[in-house]
């Protein structure tokens, strides 16, 4: 079993829609999780860092843990074309080293 | 530009030479790390530095692959005897002891092996 396990879609939605973006994890013990932002031909960039449980909101963004269900989510509220990208979900262990999923290729609808 | 610097961006070279990629962090940043991205896939862990120190290495790096810090500062990855699978974006990312989670990527070198 993978570490992190992400659906990488595609998942297309119209503009405005709600996006809900999911990753499983397998290792308990995993308790920093992250959201990035890939663009085409781009390096990634970090949307969301979250520690243990509970919900973490910025702006339009709003990401989830459930450490019980070891699932993470991702919200994306009034989505726009400019949030079309590559979603990766990610966590660290306990040697720091991050670990990413496969990412989900999300476009989005005009 | 104060991000995270990866030279050169895109290198073409033929099976079995040598390759090297450079990376310069963000300057107050510690943390270096290297990872491999193919396409439709997420970056695979390579290697990470606290200063110069190589804390771990992938075990999925073959001999062939080996990662510099030299003096906490900038680093160097370099691919021996490329073979066509190393055909890759190498993405370098920086980060502050402690804040490990956030990571400042570059925008990556893409080795093609022909």
């Known amino acids: 079993q993978k570490e992190v396990e992400q659906d990488p879609g595609p998942l297309s939605v119209p503009e405005g829609a709600i996006v809900s973006l999911n990753c499983t994890y397998s290792n308990s013990a995993f308790q920093y999780f992250m959201w990035y932002r890939q663009y085409s031909r781009k390096g990634p960039e970090l949307l969301m860092y979250t520690y243990s449980s509970g919900n973490k909101e910025d702006g339009r963004f709003t990401a989830q843990v459930d450490k019980s269900s070891k699932y993470i989510s991702l919200f994306i509220r009034d989505s726009q074309p400019s949030d079309s990208a590559t979603y990766l979900c990610?966590?660290?262990?306990?040697?720091?080293?991050?670990?990413f999923g496969k990412g989900t290729r999300l476009h989005i609808l005009p | 530009d104060t991000g995270v610097s990866q030279n050169p961006r895109h290198k073409i070279t033929k099976r079995g030479q040598n390759v090297t990629f450079r990376c310069d962090p963000i300057?107050?940043?510690?943390?270096l790390y290297w990872y491999r991205q193919t396409l439709g896939q997420g970056p695979e862990f390579l290697t990470y530095?606290?200063?110069?120190?190589?804390?771990?290495k992938s075990r999925l790096l073959s001999d062939r692959f080996s990662a510099e810090r030299p003096k906490g500062s900038f680093s160097t990855l370099e691919i021996q005897r490329t073979e066509q699978g190393d055909s890759a974006m190498y993405l370098c990312?920086?980060?502050?002891?402690?804040?490990?989670?956030?990571?400042?990527f570059g925008e990556g070198s893409r080795l093609t092996v022909l």
């Open positions: 300057s107050e940043h510690n943390r």
């Open positions: 990312a920086s980060s502050l002891a402690g804040r490990t989670g956030e990571l400042f």
């Open positions: 990610a966590t660290m262990n306990r040697d720091d080293k991050i670990i």
């Open positions: 530095f606290q200063n110069e120190a190589q804390l771990e």
